[in-house]
């Protein structure tokens, strides 16, 4: 006669929050350890950064003034993956290999009337002409209202650069050269809140950027 036993299976978590495997979280939902204003920022240094239920908020802290927060530590080869969820009429982005200054690669994040959402800019740099034009219809994969994931790589000195909004491909471009500043071929991470002002109305007034669930994956 066969046994046949009954086992009960309990599904072990393979994800912290909501964070990929094989990512390491790098912001730690109380507050901003391991990250830092940029001083020098063309787009200002508006203090107005702050944590609540887990998530990190930034706004202008008076009109027009806005500004970076960058990661301590400085990287390669790696993918960033993070959840976004804006107020609408406010432009920022999330930064590549960025200098103090945010000079870097930048996946976009205008959220914006005629804004984009995945595409990729040259802040400080010359040169760089990013295919975007898959991009442009980041609107047909944006939930409203709700919390969007972004997923960024970028590898090689010559970078290659690869973009997913909610798990759909919107950029993969290789560069023709590293754009860089002085050729570096690493930098900090960071994420923005842009400047604004009458001629340039890139932010709402009480407008909010907020991201959680900040997490990285090294590749070299």
């Excluded at 609408?88 to 976009?108: A, H, I, P």
């Excluded at 009458?198 to 407008?207: A, H, L, N, S």
Aim: with cysteine; glycine share 12%.
């Amino acid at each position: 006669m066969r046994t046949i036993l009954s086992l009960t299976l309990i599904a072990l978590p393979l994800l912290a929050a909501d964070i990929p495997a094989g990512f390491k979280p790098i912001f730690n939902g109380k507050d901003t350890s391991g990250w830092h204003i940029s001083q020098v920022n063309h787009h200002g240094n508006t203090q107005a950064w702050s944590v609540k239920d887990g998530v990190l908020m930034v706004t202008q802290d008076s009109p027009g003034n806005g500004g970076i927060l960058l990661t301590g530590k400085r990287y390669k080869d790696f993918e960033v993956s993070l959840e976004i969820n804006p107020d609408f009429g406010c432009d920022g982005g999330l930064f590549l290999r960025s200098n103090e200054k945010g000079q870097g690669y930048q996946v976009m994040i205008d959220y914006l009337e005629r804004g984009s959402v995945g595409g990729i800019y040259g802040e400080g740099l010359k040169g760089v002409r990013a295919d975007n034009s898959k991009a442009r219809e980041w609107q047909q994969h944006w939930k409203k209202g709700e919390w969007n994931h972004l997923r960024a790589r970028i590898e090689g000195d010559i970078p290659h650069i690869q973009v997913w909004l909610n798990g759909v491909q919107l950029v993969d471009w290789k560069a023709e050269a590293n754009h860089l500043i002085d050729g570096a071929t690493d930098g900090m991470i960071a994420v923005q809140a842009h400047f604004s002002n009458e001629k340039t109305p890139r932010w709402v007034q009480g407008g909010f950027h907020r991201f959680r669930n900040i997490a990285v994956k090294e590749l070299n």
